[in-house]
């Protein structure tokens, strides 16, 4: 079903895979960039439609950074250069239409204003025509400006812009209405949330008379998603979030239109996606973080290599966590994203490397270094590799993460390197390696937490290594995201868990959807946590903190955080020796597998 042509309105489509449109920052103020042609360049070969990223149809309506515009007529010349690479890579070309300020609600704006805002929409879709594209998307979803004037918990408005569900609708309608008048010639596409997931907000009923409106005034396909900016989980659903949460509802609307129907988000293996099709859930497969991850993805299913697809494992660290914070789109599978020329390079001078560490800054390293044509070793003092990752993947919901060193070593036997397990390299050994460049990626170790206390306390990489604490009330001392999954997953094996953190909250620097999401799921299981909490000693049983508080406890976890392996410290850096990963910083498996990556830029 999924090789098999589909339609659009008066779109042919060479197949049933779409690459939906994610936010990227790669724009320079608005502008096509030479970055996002590479970004759009390199996944679009396979897909039949390619909708690019939401654009700001006016100034107003800017809610990123470095977000794509299509509020005047200078950018039509760069965005006809991307549609004309859409083009020539085979897929049709359509564009996301967007307004999103979420400082103001509904009730802030004039009919006068809302007439202005459909004529922006308007004037965005006849530049896009211009630009050379097929078809428009609107949107109309995730909590932006039209979904707010559809969601009756928003939409506080007494006039026709509001009151009843009519008139919520009506300015979605007005600017579908008039987009048609002005390009008939255009196929024209909405995403619409099937449920904001909110306490009296848009659902999935509301959702289903929207899309027979929307039909009824000539759109010719729907993308379903779902949630508003709170409940962002069902758009860009994490690992916590079970695979096709969002199938049911686009089964309902489906249902209940005729014209196409995208599925979108999480939509599992390649296996699901030709069952959703199939099944009649959806005529086409939407694809956005697994194409950033894998842009090979869609190629591989076409050519029946799908044991090599790199799914993505849904940890929103670089692609959402990252364009929030008004950086690039990255990916922790795949640091070249946006940066695809400037990896593409073959060195010309081909050098033997040793990388010391086979965790995930090395396994990166050697990959990339391999890739370019130099001659990589590997040597691990461990049985295996990965590093941390084998520990990151064992708190409840995150198995996916084990993905990650599946997939780089799949990588290092594409490129060829050469892995030693089982063979650590001493000091004395190091200097006496006979190779042109040595990178050093041993890593990082847990703090010691040094206080008084009469007890022995385990560290929480070795209980999430299978060291559970014999005794049945246990504090955590930690409150990052090691110390929260850790939590889990003694809670989840039975333990009574205290959480003793010192600053003023937990997991500061955990993407605020993902913290939610664990911190709903400890308060079922009562974890206690206790913040703003020094720990002064512990005897007796009993935990003592900031002077005079105590708890009872029967075993102690520590867990605050990591600092770098320093066995090769006085290994100056020099023009042979290059320190990467946590050993040089600790960081994250985002940074370390980048570090990793980017080392073969300069080498």
Known sequence: MLFSEGKIGNMRLKNRFVML????????DGFVSEGEIGYYDRRSKDVALVIVEACYVNKFGKFFKNQLGIDEDDKIEGLKKLSDVLHRNGAKAA??????????????????????????????????????????????AHGWFVNQFLSPNVNKRDDEYGKDFEGRARFALEILKNVKGEVPDMAVICRINGSDYTDGGFDI????????????????????????GSTSEYHISPMAIDDRPLIEFTKKIKDNVSIPVIAADKLGVADDWESIVRQGYADFIGIARGLIGDPDCVVKYIEGRTDEIKYCIHCNQACIAYIQKGLPVSCMMNPTVGREKEFDVIAEDKLNVAVIGGGPAG???????????????????????????????????KAEIGKVIDYLEMDLKKYGVKVNLNHEVIHDKLEKMNYDKVIIATGSIPKKL???????????????????????NVAIIGGGLTGLETAEYLATVGKSITIIELLDDVGKDIYPMIKKILLERLKKYGVNIITDAKVDKIKGNKLVYNRDNTIDIDDVVIAIGNISDNTFKDIENGDKYYFIGDCKNVATAVEAIRDGAELSLVI
């Open 450 to 472: 040094d206080i008084e206390m009469d007890i022995v306390p385990l560290r929480a990489i070795d209980v999430l290594d299978g060291k559970i604490p014999t005794g049945d």
């Open 95 to 140: 564009v996301q239409l967007a307004m999103h300020n979420p400082k103001y609600k509904p009730t802030d704006f004039t009919k006068e204003d809302i007439k202005g805002f459909v004529k922006d929409f308007v004037d965005a879709a006849i530049r896009a025509k211009k630009a050379g594209f097929d078809a428009v998307e609107l949107h109309f």
């Open 205 to 228: 009923e509301e959702s289903i008379e929207l899309s027979k409106l929307l039909e009824e005034y000539g759109l010719d396909a729907l993308n379903i998603s779902s949630g508003v």
């Open 21 to 28: 449109p994610t936010v990227t920052n790669l724009s320079n």
């Open 363 to 397: 396994m990166a390293a050697a990959k990339y270094l391999a890739r370019k044509g130099h001659n990589v070793e590997l040597f691990e003092k461990n049985n295996y590799l990965g590093g941390q990752l084998n520990i990151a993947k064992v708190p409840p919901y």
